[in-house]
């Protein structure tokens, strides 16, 4: 009772306990403390939303009279075991609810409905057959606004109305009495003390705004990851998890207790992370039923920090590849949702790229906030491009690669992906630093990045290697490029600069080699004798006919795909005595030499950022996917220098092509400067003002009507 006295004495300059006003008290205390609600430790938390709704009923009356409202009513007719329960009727209560809303000028009741129902108190009040009828009654007539003539409509009945019936038309408003009489009170407060009554009757109203914001949005990124399921974005989900981390991190908020910018935020993982007692399967039959025991330290520091974990995604086999195609499907990008003849179930379709495939089309759809991937030669930053989200590696050593099961220990670096610059940084910062765990990861004291509120791009230089003009580059990749320079050039003010890095068209020559050589070393432990999916042996028909070789080969022959086993193939020739030399250490020097070219170009104060393509086009089918024949194909081209050099890179989503994909540029900085190429990416996004494909409203209609 001491926080009601100060809030009241506040208000009206008398104690809580000596109003003599009852309905007040009633209201108060009938509304405020049900469900055993706590009040937040931070007292202004409820005085300035009570400041609010007194500001708001002030200005009520002008604001409102001038909102017109057409209004469906839709009236229960109970069916009660005895008719003796039954004191009036489904008729007479409609005639009132009419007479309710007539009273509140211009709202005028378009169309009403009575329909039976024996459920007023579950989450869906009305049956599946009901549904569909109502649905379509609804959206016919033209009402902008739904009174259900119950006396108080639950949060769960106000998400399940919106789901059943209200999918044509989601922001449509839904009353029920309670509210409907608020409305009317509204109109007609003019004393302070009366006015007072109402916003404290409101009360209800503004706590579950609040108090259920981050239940609310985890339940909706469930919900769209279910609609989208045939996407194949998700490996595993983690919904009964998530949905329990947010009820945790709601009552954090409420106490004021958040653990930090993240708690509550939703995100997925690549399925490549170890997640303890999660299934992690690489996207492979190999590790179809493997559940680490332990959490990736991303993972660690991610869910410490309140974020909701969703689920994991699809990838290609063990991150190798660029179409995020493996055992467990094809990854299909969202855009293909735009497409107004797609078929969710077709065998062509737009790809997501790879291979953190699954994490991108996870952002991009909405489903998530951000998501955490690998990049070895590019993986996040090319399905990020062509998925049109905002796809970030950081400087190699920044983030611990602990739990990350790993590809090419020299290339592997974690990444992230989102929609929002500023929730990026968010997670950067909060999964970056030196790890014990991890001998790669950097020693040297991580200081979190800021974003600046306004970024002087005068002095900055901006250089256009010459080396990444090739044949093949698309006509709508090269005006993305240009159209990214243009806009540095015409809002920033930024001198452009062409400079030569001789030695980068051997990136992916380098990054193949020693992607193989590192699988053959890495892949030696999936036998599945002592790790790994297990052939049924029939030694019924032939008992002795079974050897270590012969056992081995019939394991990863069953479960590796044919990249996987092509690349452990030619990563054991490259290793070869007669070759190490020719390949495996040429390999290395050559790397070194591209590190001195990016060196030079950083260092001599030529540039400070490159300014890059990130594909040599936009998505493409499926199908042309299924033509090639290269194990090793140029995707990477423009990306995988970055991962041979260590430098932290990051694509940005810059244009639509003319099949309304997107398409994205690249930006490089200098060696351990995250922040300066974070602070550039967000002006860059500032004044580029790029659609994402979770904000279109036909994406949105679309997945509403799934």
Request: proline share 3%; charged share 25%.
């Amino acid at each position: 009772m001491v926080f009601l006295n100060k809030i009241f004495k506040k208000i009206c300059q008398k104690p809580f306990s000596k109003l003599t006003s009852s309905p007040i008290r009633s209201i108060f205390t009938t509304h405020c403390f049900d469900n055993d609600f706590e009040i937040p430790l931070d007292e202004n938390l409820y005085w300035d939303n009570l400041q609010n709704s007194l500001e708001e009923s002030d200005q009520y009356t002008n604001k409102l009279t001038k909102a017109e409202k057409n209004v469906f009513i839709l009236q229960l007719k109970m069916q009660y075991r005895s008719k003796s329960r039954q004191s009036t009727t489904p008729e007479l209560q409609l005639a009132e609810s009419i007479s309710l809303v007539d009273t509140l000028d211009n709202w005028r009741v378009i169309d009403s409905h009575i329909v039976s129902t024996k459920r007023s108190h579950s989450r869906e009040i009305f049956g599946s057959g009901n549904q569909e009828m109502l649905s379509k009654k609804i959206a016919s007539s033209g009402a902008d606004s739904l009174f259900v003539v119950i006396d108080r409509l639950t949060n769960m009945q106000v998400k399940g109305l919106r789901t059943t019936l209200l999918g044509n038309n989601p922001n449509m408003a839904i009353y029920d009495r309670y509210k409907v009489v608020l409305e009317i009170f509204k109109r007609n407060a003019r004393s302070s003390i009366a006015k007072l009554q109402i916003a404290l009757a409101e009360i209800p109203y503004l706590r579950h705004r609040y108090e259920n914001k981050i239940v609310n949005s985890c339940i909706r990124s469930i919900n769209r990851a279910k609609k989208l399921e045939k996407l194949n974005i998700l490996i595993s989900d983690t919904f009964d998890l998530a949905e329990k981390q947010a009820f945790e991190s709601e009552k954090r908020w409420n106490k004021n207790l958040a653990i930090g910018r993240l708690d509550g935020r939703t995100f997925t993982v690549k399925d490549n992370i170890s997640t303890e007692s999660i299934r992690t399967t690489c996207g492979s039959k190999m590790l179809e039923n493997y559940t680490p025991s332990f959490n990736a330290t991303v993972v660690d520091r991610l869910l410490k920090s309140g974020s909701l974990l969703v689920g994991k995604t699809n990838l290609d086999e063990f991150g190798m590849g660029s179409v995020s195609s493996s055992y467990f499907g094809t990854v299909k990008n969202p855009y293909n949702v735009l497409i107004d003849d797609f078929d969710e179930d077709a065998n062509d379709f737009y790809i997501s790229g790879g291979s953190s495939g699954g994490s991108a089309a996870s952002v991009s759809s909405g489903i998530v906030d951000f998501s955490i991937g690998s990049d070895t030669g590019g993986s996040v930053r090319n399905p990020a491009s062509i998925c049109g989200c905002i796809g970030f590696k950081p400087t190699y050593g920044m983030i611990s690669r602990f739990g990350l099961i790993p590809l090419n220990n020299y290339l592997d670096t974690i990444g992230i992906m989102s929609r929002k610059i500023d929730v990026l940084v968010d997670v950067f910062n909060t999964i970056a630093g030196p790890d014990p765990n991890d001998a790669t990861s950097l020693k040297c004291e991580f200081k979190p990045i800021k974003l600046a509120d306004s970024f002087n791009t005068n002095e900055i230089k901006i250089g256009i290697p010459k080396e990444f003009f090739p044949n093949g580059l698309s006509e709508e990749s090269l005006k993305a490029w240009k159209h990214s320079v243009g806009i540095f050039e015409k809002f920033g003010n930024a001198k452009i600069v062409s400079v030569s890095i001789p030695n980068i068209i051997y990136s992916m020559s380098v990054y193949s080699v020693l992607t193989s050589c590192e699988v053959a070393s890495n892949f030696a432990r999936y036998d599945g004798i002592r790790y790994g999916y297990h052939s049924e042996l029939n030694l019924d028909t032939n008992p002795s006919g079974y050897n270590f070789e012969t056992v081995v080969r019939k394991n990863r022959d069953e479960s590796l795909g044919q990249v996987v086993r092509s690349r452990i193939v030619s990563g054991n020739y490259f290793l070869l005595k007669d070759n190490y030399e020719k390949y495996f250490l040429k390999s290395h020097k050559i790397k070194q030499l591209i590190v001195n070219d990016f060196l030079k170009v950083f260092n001599d104060d030529q540039c400070d950022l490159l300014v890059t393509p990130s594909c040599f086009n936009e998505t493409f089918k499926y199908s042309h996917f299924l033509k090639q024949s290269q194990v090793f194909d140029e995707k990477d081209f423009f990306t995988s220098c970055a991962n041979v050099a260590g430098l932290p890179a990051i694509t940005l989503p810059c244009i639509l092509s003319q099949n309304s994909l997107p398409i994205g540029i690249q930006l490089i900085s200098k060696w351990k400067r995250d922040d300066l190429i974070l602070n550039i990416a967000n002006w860059f996004i500032n004044k580029n003002g790029f659609e994402f494909l979770a904000d279109n409203d036909k994406f949105l209609h679309k997945i509403s009507n799934n």
